[in-house]
């Protein structure tokens, strides 16, 4: 049976079917936690091990103290509306009474891991403007129920708000919602093969390592052993043994991000509703992210060389947050966004009339020339010079570095650029990639102007942009280039007259 909303002026529980989710939630803490302790503890116990089989029934007893504590959590969680504030009172022997009111409510986020689906439930997330995390979290509701208190909620806090926009608001835009970005198979296999495929070895590698040495400590012992068996002569193939290892990590990497790309954005939907974005993906873990587009500082988009060959850019949207706050819970990524489709974002959350494209202006050369020095110049200069006293003439080789490094910076300074109007700045970098940031003047919270020694002779500066979402920057223009931008926008600042907290 549904709840309606005059339920929850009184006390209600959750769905029981959170009981089971919070003892998922604990097992997997447990062994996340104790999981080389519980392995200590098999293994003791196959050895006769006293030591280990103590420690092992000391964390099954711990486990199981704070089983039966989840479960007692349950049925002392309850939760309510209470003179236009969300309030959840919780606690076994410590009780805790959280008192949030509407119009601190940020976002209201479900997510559904493999069981909610199964069960037809949702975990209800509420942020607010200045929490590191969550601050309220219920575990498990039926999915029409949250979403009539999140829809009742947010419309009460409209109200708290723009009293006479809210009366004019009919209550059907809640549901109105156009669909911008729907990845189907062929684009989730783009995603995932655009990936990136060293970050995905390198966890692969920090896993396998990690986890034998919670085993043993002798692991170049352990791998001797191993090797130790083998004849000379296959040893000596050591050059093919290398390559064919680094192409067998090289498969498991790229199946690693596939898998986990497909899991993560699996039936992906971006729309635009009244008032924001609702993003919803994942496969196991299926997650409904809410954006309201007067708390959005800043949107990106970038690409590299294999999402160039797709036309594909990965979009990212970041909402107003504290210094203390999370900033990852402030950025929602959206890979797998074609050009037309960022357009549709920005439109619906900046001001579309002011949009396009704008004059170019490039940063000081003497940023190319300066960091060639130092990550391309110095270092050939210097591993040459020590390797000539080993290997003579082939320590030329050190000049690829050096070559190398030059077309890396001149393909950055190309593309170092920034566009500027009443409304945006928009910010372009890259290297091998395209990186566009724009961001609204007015969200602008300070604007300062860095030089050192360096640039002070030169009489260059950066430029640094504040906002609630964190700082963008422009290096290496003018000085007389950097007071002009500086003036402009604080001038903007001050006599714009919107509201965007």
Same mark, same amino acid.
């Given at each position: ?66 089983? %039966?504590? &989840?479960? +007692? ?7 309510? =509306? !209470? /003179?236009?504030?969300? #309030? ?71 109200? %708290?708000? &723009?009293? +006479? ?7 059907? =835009? !809640? /549901?109105?919602?156009? #669909? ?71 498969? %498991? ?249």
């Amino acid at each position: 049976m549904e709840m309606t909303i005059d339920q929850y002026y009184t006390p209600q529980r959750q769905s029981r079917v959170a009981i089971g989710i919070i003892l998922i939630k604990f097992l997997r803490m447990t062994i996340r936690s104790f999981w080389p302790i519980l392995l200590s503890f098999f293994i003791g116990g196959r050895n006769n091990d006293s030591f280990g089989m103590i420690i092992g029934y000391i964390a099954l007893g711990f486990a199981a103290f704070n089983l %039966i504590g &989840s479960v +007692l959590t349950y049925f002392r969680f309850y939760f309510h =509306i !209470e /003179e236009g504030a969300f #309030i959840i009172d919780k606690g076994i022997l410590k009780r805790t009474k959280t008192n949030i009111p509407f119009e601190r409510i940020q976002t209201i986020n479900f997510k559904q891991n493999l069981l909610h689906q199964i069960f037809g439930v949702v975990s209800l997330e509420i942020d607010t403007a200045g929490a590191k995390k969550s601050e309220l979290t219920i575990d498990a509701l039926k999915k029409e129920d949250a979403e009539a208190l999140r829809s009742f909620i947010l419309k009460e806090k409209a109200q %708290i708000e &723009s009293p +006479l926009e809210s009366t004019e608001t009919d209550v059907a =835009i !809640e /549901e109105d919602e156009q #669909i911008v970005l729907h990845l189907g198979v062929s684009d989730l296999f783009k995603v995932g093969v655009s990936q990136n495929h060293l970050k995905s070895m390198g966890i692969l590698f920090a896993f396998v390592f990690s986890t034998l040495n919670e085993v043993t400590e002798d692991v170049p012992e352990l791998i001797a052993d191993e090797l130790s068996g083998y004849d000379q002569t296959i040893l000596n193939t050591g050059w093919v043994m290398f390559f064919a290892s680094v192409i067998i990590v090289g498969i %498991i990497s790229f199946l690693y991000s596939l898998i986990t790309t497909v899991l993560r954005n699996y039936d992906l939907k971006l729309s635009i509703k009244q008032g924001g974005l609702k993003l919803v993906k994942g496969l196991l873990n299926r997650e409904e992210i809410s954006v309201n587009k007067k708390k959005v500082q800043v949107i990106s988009w970038s690409d590299n060389p294999i999402r160039m060959m797709f036309k594909m850019f990965t979009l990212q949207i970041e909402q107003a947050s504290s210094a203390e706050a999370d900033q990852l819970k402030s950025k929602i990524k959206v890979p797998g966004s074609y050009q037309t489709q960022v357009d549709s974002v920005v439109k619906a959350v900046f001001p579309e009339e002011f949009y396009r494209p704008e004059e170019r202006h490039h940063v000081s050369k003497l940023l190319k020339y300066r960091l060639f020095v130092f990550i391309g110049l110095f270092p050939t200069l210097i591993g040459a010079g020590i390797s000539y006293y080993f290997i003579e003439w082939e320590a030329l080789y050190f000049l690829i570095w050096g070559l190398f490094i030059w077309l890396t910076v001149s393909a950055y300074y190309r593309k170092r650029t920034y566009e500027v109007n009443d409304e945006f700045l928009k910010n372009n970098r890259g290297t091998f990639g395209h990186i566009y940031e724009l961001t609204q003047l007015y969200k602008v919270q300070s604007v300062q102007i860095k030089q050192s020694w360096y640039q002070r002779r030169k009489r260059i500066a950066t430029v640094v942009l504040s906002n609630a979402a964190g700082a963008l920057k422009v290096p290496f223009i003018p000085i007389e280039q950097a007071e002009a931008l500086e003036s402009f926008i604080l001038y903007g600042v001050e006599s714009d007259q919107r509201e965007w907290m």
